[in-house]
């Protein structure tokens, strides 16, 4: 039973930030591409960041770079997502994602064969 939950969406204003995480089961933790999935609403789904669990690599698309922070806790299989200077741009729905391999990078996660999704959590930036 595989699950990953997500938590710490909200509202902001601009210019804050918010803490998302992401607590895997049900499958083993190492060696797995792990990150965070976006859908605007309207728009096409995005991989944003992804953390590879063996390494510690990490992967982030342009447009987050340098405000969005992935890490992880290895010991509690958990996936942390630090979002500094906000913008409205970020409002989405945020969905922790999975996928195994021994590849990684936010274009991997995001594609759907094979992969897990969270349920989502919303960031609303205003």
């Known amino acids: 039973h595989v699950q990953l939950v997500e938590s710490g969406g909200g509202s902001v204003q601009a210019g804050g930030s918010l803490t998302l995480s992401c607590v895997v089961s049900?499958?083993?933790?190492?060696?797995?591409?792990i990150g965070w999935i976006r859908q605007p609403p309207g728009k096409s789904h995005e991989g944003i960041a992804a953390?590879?669990?063996?390494?510690?690599?990490?992967y982030y698309t342009d447009s987050v770079k340098g405000r969005f922070t992935i890490s992880q806790d290895y010991a509690k299989n958990t996936v942390t997502l630090l979002m500094n200077n906000l913008t409205p741009e970020d409002t989405a729905t945020y969905h922790c994602?999975?996928?195994?391999?021994?590849?990684?990078?936010?274009?991997?996660?995001?594609?759907?064969?094979?992969?897990?999704w969270g349920q989502g959590t919303q960031v609303t930036v205003s």
């Open positions: 953390i590879y669990t063996s390494n510690a690599n990490t």
């Open positions: 049900g499958f083993t933790y190492s060696s797995q591409c």
């Open positions: 994602a999975a996928r195994g391999g021994t590849a990684c990078s936010t274009e991997y996660l995001a594609r759907a064969d094979p992969s897990y």
